[in-house]
């Protein structure tokens, strides 16, 4: 089994293996020159990430600076927006549904090292996919670790470091995030 083959599976695997190494430095330019497309260049900024992400829905946008490891582990769906410097870790795959909202700062870490010294000093790393669902508000400087699913209709406050799963229709928040209430028609403005 490859190294690729591993990390797809959820194995321990060696970050540093060639194959790999080499689609995360194509990943890298395709982002860097994302990153230096002018701003308001929108037809050469979405051929860029036609070109980097496994799929890309109607009408989604990530604001400059944006970085991933690899690219073609991510799928968005529609009308999905991406403030300013979102990081993508995407060892394993990210799936973000429509009508989802990040705000600045954020990252999307399916990537995970073994805590056992011993393993985690000779390179092996592991993956675990993340799930967003459907009309999720993401805050800012939020992070998402390894194997979460956040459930739809949800927000999760600015600044949440979220370990475990997210239900659906919840606002959730803190370090670790905790689903503080449900979401419920007194919320509407």
Known sequence: MTEKEKQQAGELYNGNDKELTTERVNAKKLCAEYNAITYNDYQKKERVLDRLLALRGENSWIEANFFCD??????????????HNLVILDCAEVIIGDNVFVGPNCGFYTAGHPLDAEQRNSGLEFAKPIKIGNNVWIGGSVCIMPGVTIGDNTVIGGGSVVTEDIPSGVVAAGNPCKVIRPITEKDKM
Do not use: M, V
């Open 70 to 83: 690899y690219g073609y582990n991510i799928i968005i769906g529609d009308n999905f927006y991406a403030n």
